[in-house]
């Protein structure tokens, strides 16, 4: 769906800059420096050939600063790495390989049950899992701006995230893209049940209306869109809604969401005319604590379409739910597909998916743990509207491709504490990957961006290890 106006973000820095000078917290500020060694397959080595992504091993070192009271948080971390998957102009010549990246820069101000934070960060889910729908799990900071409301039985939140302000190109539409999301929650006892939507526009960086407007998104569109008298908004916008019901007590913790980018009202209303693709997706977990350790299971999936832009007749709109309209780019002269993990800005996995966790941690050996991941995985078009095709395919699908990838990877982890200060983890994880999808170039539309398509027998072995230390002191 679609809209939006134009605003800017003065406000509310002066707002959180005139709320600093009430802060009288007491001060505390903890140092924290961190070095790891990463060996055998990536995440970059599930989509890339090994010309193209070489570096087998690699070194992380983490550098932070944090400064955390009960009114006032300040985080400041950066990370240096030699992996060799990003383009870096100064890496070889003064940085010995090594080129930087931000891990977190972001202020919070915190007054009983309100809270504002902004910065370059990455907030998650309401819901708290590693396949939660509207807020990716995987860690990726961008410009942010987060209010939010939590008294005990009432949540609110208001979210605006920069998904990317590209500085080539000359359509706007692909140059900015923002998100704005929203959560109203009641609290009964243990019970949480709550609405979640997202809005993502294109063409502008930051929308007044849908960050402060508490009315749900849907109708915000909706106003501004038929005009009262004259139709205002953004333009090129997509809704997405859904709810989520979680239970929390000492031993356990319950969840189930599920997440609607479009549903086909026509099988109800007109069951003759056209019928277009359902685009859902949803997720359950449960975690349980016993006397032999936690417990832990995850089940997600998306059918296609999910989360990616509309178009009429090849002629693509932007708005699809990622964090950028592309997800190939050029390194020492050679095509690099982005993982898709790092590309979504909701459920990691994206469309046409099936994704199944296991996760042990025994009570007998703390800090040790068990985990098992089986995901299944049909073509994929996040950014290329209904695949290599002008339009959609009629009806629901999921998984119904004559090649799919499979995926079945099992870590294991532990970490140990040397002193007060110091800290040691290592991790190992080995798997296997059967037909793994490869990048398809689609020239038989009008968008012409390239997918990603199991191919059979593409068989891949997963390894890899990491081990590392971290200091960390507080003055």
């Not at 397959?41 to 989509?47: C, E, G, I, Q, T």
């Not at 809604?241 to 007109?270: C, E, H, K, P, W």
């Amino acid at each position: 769906m679609e809209k939006g106006g134009a605003g800017n973000l003065k406000l509310f820095f002066l707002l959180f800059l005139f709320g600093l000078s009430y802060i009288t917290s007491a001060f505390a500020l903890e140092f924290s420096l961190a070095s790891s060694y990463n060996f055998g397959s990536k995440l970059f080595l599930m989509y890339n050939e090994r010309e193209v992504i070489n570096n087998s091993s690699f070194w992380t070192f983490d550098i932070g600063l944090l400064h955390l009271s009960d009114a006032f948080e300040f985080k400041a971390s950066m990370v240096a790495k030699n992996d060799g998957v990003f383009n870096d102009p100064f890496s070889e010549s003064y940085y010995a390989g090594f080129y930087f990246d931000f891990k977190e820069g972001s202020i919070s101000l915190r007054n009983d049950n309100f809270s504002v934070t902004l910065g370059k960060t990455h907030l998650g889910d309401v819901v708290p899992s590693p396949y939660s729908l509207f807020i990716s799990s995987v860690n990726i900071p961008r410009n942010t701006v987060d209010v939010s409301f939590d008294d005990g039985k009432f949540i609110y939140i208001t979210r605006w995230t920069q998904l990317c302000e590209l500085k080539f190109g000359t359509d706007e539409r692909e140059k900015l893209k923002s998100s704005n999301y929203k959560v109203y929650a009641l609290r009964i006892g243990n019970l949480r049940f709550g609405y979640e939507d997202i809005t993502v526009y294109v063409g502008q960086t930051f929308n007044f209306e849908y960050f402060a407007n508490p009315i749900p998104s849907f109708f915000i569109q909706y106003v501004n869109d038929a005009g009262r008298p004259y139709p205002e908004g953004v333009g090129e916008t997509n809704y997405i809604s859904g709810f989520f019901l979680d239970y929390t007590d000492i031993d356990r913790y319950y969840y189930a969401q599920v997440l609607v980018d479009d549903i086909n009202m026509n099988r109800f209303i007109y069951p003759e005319s056209y019928q277009n693709p359902d685009k859902i997706a949803w997720s359950i977990g449960l975690v349980q604590k016993t006397s032999i350790g936690t417990f832990s299971f995850y089940h997600a999936g998306a059918t296609k379409y999910t989360f990616q832009p509309s178009a009429e007749s090849g002629n693509q709109m932007f708005y699809g739910y990622t964090y950028y309209p592309y997800f190939i780019y050029t390194r020492d002269g050679k095509n690099v597909v982005l993982p898709f993990e790092l590309l979504y800005a909701g459920y990691k996995y994206g469309e046409n998916n099936l994704a199944f966790m296991v996760n042990y941690a025994p009570s007998f050996i703390p800090n040790f743990n068990a985990n098992f991941e089986f995901v299944i995985l049909g073509e994929r078009s996040p950014v290329n509207p209904w695949n290599d095709r002008t339009t959609y395919l009629p009806g629901t699908h999921l998984l119904d491709d004559p090649v799919k990838e499979y995926r079945a990877i099992g870590t294991i982890s532990y970490s140990e504490s040397i002193s007060r200060h110091l800290k040691f983890w290592a991790s190992v994880s080995a798997g296997f990957i059967w037909n793994a999808s490869t990048l398809v170039e689609v020239s038989s539309d009008n968008v012409r961006k390239p997918l990603l398509r199991p191919q059979e027998g593409n068989n891949l072995p997963f390894f890899s290890g990491n081990f590392g230390v971290s200091f960390s002191k507080s003055f």
